[in-house]
């Protein structure tokens, strides 16, 4: 059984371990320089990769570079092992992408071959492509990538890398990362094997000159409302939207997220963070919440998300032309069901009644009709009977 689990973040964290049996499951990760992993011997695997030059580490936090279409790329990456104990990595180029989730910059599956600025990265002459072939293939394919690395106890490597522009790469940026992976092993209970893979790496952000296009889109804008228990209580307007970079460069964007009623009543802005550096067509699930707003029967939703800058490690931001603000709306209901409950509860008891006095008077009128008829009756039998009498007298 294998598993693979992946960094997310930080410069020292601790390894997760999921246990998929019988399945490998797919990594994806924002990008660490350094993780510390429990392995199957209990003594803990601590390793970083950072930029380098031939000599060590030079202080870079990211690789970042302006080249031309055909260009090629010789730098350096360390990797050290902080352990006290020796352990063998498996470095290569990886994909970048945008976690849909969280809206971070993170790496394809490590089961899945790179094929746009990862399989340009050859590390140490290693291999970084696959061929075109079936799903399991590629996914044995993808566990060969790169080069091996067997480090002592406190060792470190100054690993060469090159990356091969393609002469028709496209203009605007491309993302990689290279990674260090550490694989444990070990066996559970029932004997089964099982092995975690930790992964964690350096960002590389790569410009091919050309024309720069920014762009973002907001797409699947919906709106809810989340009520309270309290008939008079407020609740929790919410707006999720996909963000997306549509254009060809990495971009961030500022969400603003407002609240209206019924005629323009103003009724909350949401306190949204910024997503921050989206690679070329990435894709980002946002969501806002604006508390505090009462059941209006009907809301409505304004979001206006402003382009910002990425930043440039070394460069600063950006002086990309950034694209006009991007707009959208959506409605929701904001119906007071408890409210709602004790009106239906009024009114039914309201009908009840009308009805129930309704029937109490058509009642209280057929008994009246029922004796006046019996009074009439009873009259002309007693009249009938006072003319039998006469006529008997008479006679």
């Known amino acids: 059984m294998i598993v693979r ?6 410069v020292l964290a601790a390894g997760v371990l999921a246990v998929l049996y019988g399945t490998v499951a797919p990594a994806q990760a924002e990008l660490a320089h350094a993780a510390v992993l429990p392995a199957a011997d209990d003594r803990q695997v601590t390793w970083s990769v950072q930029p380098s030059s031939p000599d060590g580490p030079d202080g870079r936090t990211e690789l970042t570079y302006d080249v031309a279409p055909g260009s090629t790329i010789s730098d350096w990456v360390s990797v050290s092992n902080f352990s006290d104990r020796p352990a063998t990595f498996r470095v290569y180029g990886s ?11 993170t790496l394809i599956g490590a ?21 075109d072939t079936n799903d399991d293939a590629e996914a044995s394919c993808a566990a060969d990538l790169g080069v091996v690395v067997k480090l002592k106890p ?7 890398f090159t990356i091969t522009v393609p002469h028709d790469a496209t203009p605007g940026d491309h993302a990689a990362g290279i990674v260090a992976s550490f694989r444990s ?36 804008v919906v709106a809810g409302f989340d009520g309270v228990a309290n008939p008079f209580g407020a609740g929790t307007a919410t707006v999720g939207f996909d963000l997306t970079n549509t254009g060809n460069t990495r971009i961030s964007g500022e969400p603003a997220v407002r609240i209206t009623g019924p005629f323009g009543m103003d009724l909350g802005a949401a306190d949204v963070d910024p997503v921050e550096n989206l690679v070329p067509g990435g894709t980002a699930h946002v969501v806002a919440e604006v508390p505090g707003v009462p059941p209006v029967l009907l809301l409505f939703a304004d979001l206006t998300v402003t382009p910002a800058a990425a930043e440039r490690p070394g460069k600063g931001a950006d002086d990309d032309t950034l694209p006009a603000p991007v707009t959208a709306s959506a409605q929701a209901w904001a119906v007071p069901w408890p409210l709602a409950g004790i009106v239906l509860v009024l009114a039914g008891a309201i009908w009840a009644f009308v009805a129930w006095r309704r029937r109490s008077r058509r009642l ?3 008994e009246l009709a029922a004796y006046t008829e019996r009074v009439r009756a009873e009259a002309l039998a007693e009249a009938g009977t006072h003319a039998e009498t006469e006529r008997e007298v008479l006679r």
Do not use: H, K, N
């Open 364 to 366: 209280l009128g057929e």
């Open 154 to 160: 406190g060792a470190r490597a100054d690993i060469p």
């Open 95 to 105: 994909d970048a992408t945008t976690d849909y989730d969280t809206g971070a910059f």
């Open 5 to 10: 689990r992946t960094l997310t973040g930080g």
């Open 185 to 220: 092993g070990g066996a559970d209970g029932d004997g089964s094997a099982v092995q975690v893979e930790q992964r964690v790496g350096t960002r590389i952000y790569l410009r091919v000159d050309g024309e720069t296009q920014p762009a973002l889109d907001v797409t699947g």
């Open 111 to 131: 089961d899945q071959a790179s094929t746009g600025m990862g399989s340009w990265t050859s590390v140490d002459s290693g291999s970084a492509v696959c061929p």
